[in-house]
Structures are given as C-alpha cells and as structure tokens.
C-alpha cells in the first residue's frame, strides 16, 4: 500500500506570509495527489486535484506542485480563512490520506 | 445545491452493528457514471479512512481492513445510501462521513462533495 507522510505536522505562519506543506508518497504516483482542506468542525474540502489543479471557487493564492513521490500544498499569502488543517490523498490501489498538516497563527 | 446528509445512531454498544444512512438531495444519485458514493471515517488515533464505496447500480468495493465487517447498500428510489459495520469495538468510535467519490477532469478520482459528519461513540 502506498503510505502518504506530510510535514510538518504542525506549521505556525503569520496572517499575510507564505506557507509551503509537504506530501510525500512511498512510491511513485505519477501527479494523481489531491489536497483537501479541513477547519474545525467541519468536513474535508477538495482544494487541489491532479496535484496542481484548484477546485471550483478555490482561491488563486493556492497552488500545488510536484510528480512522483514528492508534492507541495503552497499558500502565497495566508488569510486568516486558511488557518486550518490539510490533507493529502491519493487512490493508487485504494484511497488514502496524509496524517494532516495544522496551520496556525503564529 | 447538493448535499449529502448522515443519520443514525450516535451511540453503539461493542459487538454490536453500526448503521448509518446518506441521504443526498439536488442529485439523484443514479444520474451519471462519474460518481460513486462513499464512506470515510476520521478518529485521532486513524487519520482519515476509506471505509468503502458503491456505484448506483450496486456495485462495492471495501477497505481490505475492514472488508470482513463492512456492508454497503444503495436505495435509488430514497435517494440514499447506508453503512452497516458490524462487531463493532471501541476502535470504531470516529466521525463518520459520506462523501462523494468523482471522476475529475477524466483522470482520477477526488472526494469532491462531503457530508457534515456524525460522531459515532462505541461503548457499553
């Protein structure tokens, strides 16, 4: 089973900076990785589909990159909106997720 | 709008079966072959899990984990959907989700519509 490791667990980032989240594959993927953002509460959210594409109504200041093994969830400049967790997920073989990556107000 | 809705009950006694239903509205759920209908948990200790899901003409596949305990069963005309997961224990206790499992730009599937969540506690 392709296991999906984020870091960091827990990233603390003022309001206006930038955040960088990592998703790493245990083998290859190809660019088949969502992100999906989740806040208190609430259910998931798909941000980012096929590594890089936003979903409807998601704002331009997220971005994903990357292939293989190695994915990243960027957020040009965190709104206090974005403060929340978020996942990586994949369906090689069977669906699966990150662990969770908390962004907090620094 | 669409949204998927869970129900049942909050509270299970161990060996017993969990059983929950989706009910989805602003979609019928046998419109499009592009969707599958599915069940995702959350708990501290497990992360987010796939339980399972199902096309609408009743086609399943489950987690290979819990595939021994799981079954999931679609009603076209009641719009809906269910989740019996039997013997449970109290490592079943975990926000239970539906969530829709689409097809996206033709490439690969994403978990693009999700139900709110209910929290289900398994305990005598």
């Known amino acids: 089973d392709i296991v999906l490791t984020q870091s960091p667990a827990t990233l603390s980032v003022s309001p206006g900076e930038r955040a960088s989240l990592s998703c790493r594959a245990s083998q290859s993927i190809s660019k088949n990785l969502g992100w999906y953002q989740q806040k208190p509460g609430q259910a998931p959210r798909l941000l980012i589909y096929?590594?890089?594409t936003r979903a409807t109504g998601v704002p331009a200041r997220f971005s994903g990159s990357g292939s293989g093994t190695e994915f990243t969830l960027t957020i040009s400049s965190l709104q206090s909106e974005d403060f929340a967790v978020y996942f990586c997920?994949?369906?090689?073989?069977?669906?699966?997720f990150g662990g969770g990556t908390k962004v907090e107000i620094k | 709008q669409v949204q998927l809705q869970e129900s049942g009950p909050g509270l299970v006694k161990p060996s017993e079966t969990l059983s929950l239903t989706c009910s989805v509205s602003?979609?019928?759920?046998?419109?499009?072959?592009?969707?599958?209908w599915s069940w995702i948990r959350q708990s501290p200790g497990k992360g987010l899990e796939c339980i399972g899901y199902?096309?609408?003409?009743?086609?399943?596949n489950y987690n290979p984990s819990l595939k021994s305990r799981v079954a999931i069963s679609i009603d076209t005309s009641k719009n809906q959907f269910s989740l019996n997961l039997r013997s449970v224990t109290v490592a079943d206790t975990a926000v239970y989700y539906c969530?829709?499992?689409?097809?996206?730009?033709?490439?690969?599937?994403?978990?693009?519509?999700w139900g709110r969540g209910t929290l289900v506690t398994v305990s005598s």
């Open positions: 199902i096309f609408y003409s009743g086609t399943t």
């Open positions: 602003g979609y019928s759920v046998d419109s499009s072959s592009s969707h599958y």
């Open positions: 997920q994949q369906n090689h073989n069977w669906p699966a």
């Open positions: 096929g590594t890089s």
């Open positions: 969530a829709r499992w689409t097809i996206v730009a033709g490439l690969d599937w994403y978990f693009d519509l």
